[in-house]
C-alpha cells in the first residue's frame, strides 16, 4: 500500500492529506475506491479537485485496468500447443502441449515414460521445426533410439541433420523424481524446500519463456494399493496437467508389447480419469505407414 503524503500530486497539500486522514483515508489504494463525491464533502473539497487528484494518483500508482476479455485474447496468442506426434496422447491432451504450462508422465519402469519424450521431442524439432531441450536425469537417453524415430519421418539424411532451428519450444526432463526425490530422503524441511524451488524454476521457465515443460515422475502405491504418481501431495500441485502410464494388460505378452494406456489424472481442461491407448511404436513407424492407418481409422475399414 502506498501512504498519501504531501506533494505526491498537484493539489494534494498539508492540509487536505490531514482532512483525509481524518476521514479515515490513508492511502492511495483507500482514495481509489472511496466515493469521491462524499469524500469531497467530508472533506470540505471541491468534487472537481478531488477528482482529479483520485485520477492523477491512479494513473501514477495502480495498475492500468484490463478486461478480463483482453487477457483471454493476450493468452490465446501467446499460447502455442505442440502436438506430441501420438493421436492419441493429442486426444488426451486437448490438442497436444501447451506453452507455459507444465505436464506431467508418470509411470512405473517400462511404462514408456522415455520413449514418449523421445517420440514428443522428435515430433517438435522436425515437424515442428521448433528446438528442444532435453534435460536428462538418468542417463537413460539414446541417440541411436532419437535417430530411429527421427528416420522414420524422413529418409533424406540433410533434414535429418536440420531438425529444429526455431526458437526454443519445449523443455523435457527425464525424469524429474530422480533429481528431487534423494532431496526429500535427509531433512525433510530442507528437501521440500528444495522440491519448491525446483517447482518454481519451472514454472517460471515455462511462462516467461512460453515453452512447454514435460517432465516425467515415478509412481508408488497407495495405503489402498492404488498406483499413484510419486513426490507427494506437495508437487501435485506443480503440473498443469497429470498423465498415469501403464502396460496394457489385455496385451498377449506384455514383456514384448508396446502398447499402453495413458489415463488423464489431472486437467483443468478435460474431465479426469479419460484414458487412451496408444503403441509406443507409433513415432517409429515410417511416415507412409502411419498415415496409411489414419486413414483406414477415419474410413473405419
Not at 85 to 113: A, F, H, Q, V
Not at 136 to 148: H, N
Not at 222 to 250: A, D, K
Request: net charge negative; hydrophobic share 40%; charged share 20%.
Amino acid at each position: 500500500m502506498v501512504v498519501l503524503r504531501e506533494g505526491m500530486c498537484p493539489g494534494l497539500d498539508e492540509d487536505l492529506v490531514r482532512d483525509l486522514r481524518a476521514a479515515g483515508i490513508t492511502t492511495v489504494e483507500d482514495v481509489v475506491s472511496s466515493d469521491i463525491e462524499e469524500l469531497a464533502q467530508r472533506c470540505t473539497v471541491s468534487y472537481k479537485a478531488l477528482f482529479a487528484i483520485r485520477r492523477v494518483l491512479l494513473a501514477q500508482h495502480a495498475a492500468f485496468p484490463v478486461s478480463g476479455a483482453d487477457l483471454y485474447e493476450e493468452l490465446l496468442s501467446s499460447t502455442a500447443i505442440l502436438s506430441t506426434g501420438n493421436p492419441s496422447l493429442d486426444k488426451l491432451l486437448d490438442s497436444g502441449l501447451y506453452t507455459g504450462e507444465i505436464t506431467e508422465l508418470s509411470g512405473g519402469p517400462g511404462s514408456g515414460k522415455s520413449q514418449v519424450c523421445f517420440g514428443v521431442a522428435v515430433n517438435i524439432s522436425y515437424q515442428l521445426k521448433q528446438s528442444v531441450i532435453f534435460i536428462d536425469t538418468t542417463g537413460g537417453l539414446t541417440a541411436s533410439r532419437l535417430l530411429q524415430m527421427l528416420q522414420a519421418e524422413t529418409s533424406n539424411a540433410e533434414e535429418q541433420a536440420c531438425v529444429g532451428g526455431g526458437s526454443v519450444k519445449a523443455v523435457i526432463v527425464d525424469s524429474v523424481s530422480a533429481v528431487i526425490a534423494p532431496l526429500l530422503g535427509g531433512k525433510q524441511n530442507e528437501g521440500m524446500s528444495l522440491m519448491i524451488q525446483v517447482a518454481g524454476v519451472l514454472k517460471t521457465m515455462a511462462k516467461d519463456f512460453n515453452v512447454a515443460a514435460l517432465v516425467t515422475n515415478h509412481v508408488t502405491r497407495s495405503v489402498g494399493g492404488e498406483v499413484q504418481p510419486g513426490l507427494g501431495v506437495s508437487w501435485s500441485h506443480i503440473p498443469r496437467t497429470r498423465i498415469l502410464l501403464e502396460r496394457e494388460e489385455r496385451a498377449a505378452d506384455l514383456s514384448h508389447s508396446s502398447v499402453r494406456s495413458a489415463t488423464l489424472i489431472k486437467s483443468s481442461r478435460r474431465p479426469c480419469h479419460i484414458r487412451e491407448e496408444f503403441d509406443l511404436q507409433w513415432w517409429s513407424r515410417p511416415k507412409e505407414e502411419s498415415s496409411g492407418k489414419r486413414k483406414r481409422d477415419e474410413t473405419g475399414s
